[in-house]
């Protein structure tokens, strides 16, 4: 089992800037793969980024935010640079523990920009 906390969601400008912290446990953080997630109202979820052997960023969000992971504080870091109104969602942090597809979610942490 893993458990996920996530933080730093709150209200913010067009143009300013978020960090989301991802607090693991449970298992080995080192071990596993993580992400992140959002899910904006009335759509579905979707990929945001990707931490692992690699990493990946979705089109949408590249060259503004950023994933990584302190392995030493079993966190991962979503960095949100020039957020503009349609980043608003909920954040999900994600595990992948199976190198098949996120299997453990967070509760997820709120993410609004005004215009």
């Known amino acids: 089992q893993v458990q996920l906390v996530e933080s730093g969601g709150g209200l913010v400008q067009a143009g300013g800037s978020l960090k989301l912290s991802c607090a693991a446990s449970?298992?080995?953080?080192?071990?596993?793969?993580l992400g992140w997630y959002r899910q904006a109202p009335g759509k579905e979820r979707e990929f945001v980024a990707h931490?692992?052997?690699?990493?990946y960023i979705a089109d949408s969000v590249k060259g503004r935010f950023t994933i990584s992971r302190d392995n030493d504080k079993n966190t991962v870091y979503l960095q949100m640079n020039n957020l503009k109104p349609e980043d608003t969602a909920i954040y999900y942090c994600?595990?992948?523990?199976?190198?098949?597809?996120?299997?453990?979610w967070g509760q997820g942490t709120q993410v609004t920009v005004s215009s």
């Open positions: 449970g298992r080995t953080f080192s071990h596993y793969d």
């Open positions: 931490i692992g052997g690699t990493t």
């Open positions: 994600s595990a992948d523990t199976t190198h098949g597809g996120p299997d453990y």
